[in-house]
């Protein structure tokens, strides 16, 4: 079946910076809109990035706006979130997620295929 393995996130200090990773399997990655989401304790999986197959076009929250670059490497069927001015607020699980269409792409209901998710802490 359809994998997606998220790795790259970790404990990074205020102002630091880190670059997650999620590899897809058993798709046709371009035929996909790949998205980032975040999950933090008590709270709801929220959007935090999307980019179309191509990558022609992304979006992002406004709270990673300007800190943050979602990217796709096809041929290695990966998607990277690198975020930078890292934030405490930014610390939560972090997933990927497949979606078909670029439809509703900030909505979890669009997205097929999730990972099993990354930690981020960032320390004060």
């Known amino acids: 079946q359809v994998q997606l393995v998220e790795s790259g996130g970790g404990l990074a200090q205020t102002g630091g910076s880190l670059r997650l990773s999620c590899v897809a399997s058993?798709?046709?990655?371009?035929?996909?809109?790949m998205g980032w989401f975040r999950q933090a304790p008590g709270k709801e999986r929220e959007f935090v990035a999307a980019i179309t197959g191509y990558g022609e076009v992304t979006r992002y929250a406004d709270s990673v706006k300007d800190r943050s670059t979602i990217s796709r490497d096809n041929a290695k069927n990966t998607v990277y979130l690198q975020m930078n001015s890292l934030k405490p607020e930014d610390t939560a699980v972090y997933y990927c997620g497949a979606a078909p269409t670029w439809r509703a792409y900030a909505s979890r209901a669009s997205y097929n295929y999730w990972g099993q998710g990354t930690q981020v802490t960032v320390s004060a």
């Open positions: 058993r798709l046709t990655f371009s035929n996909y809109v």
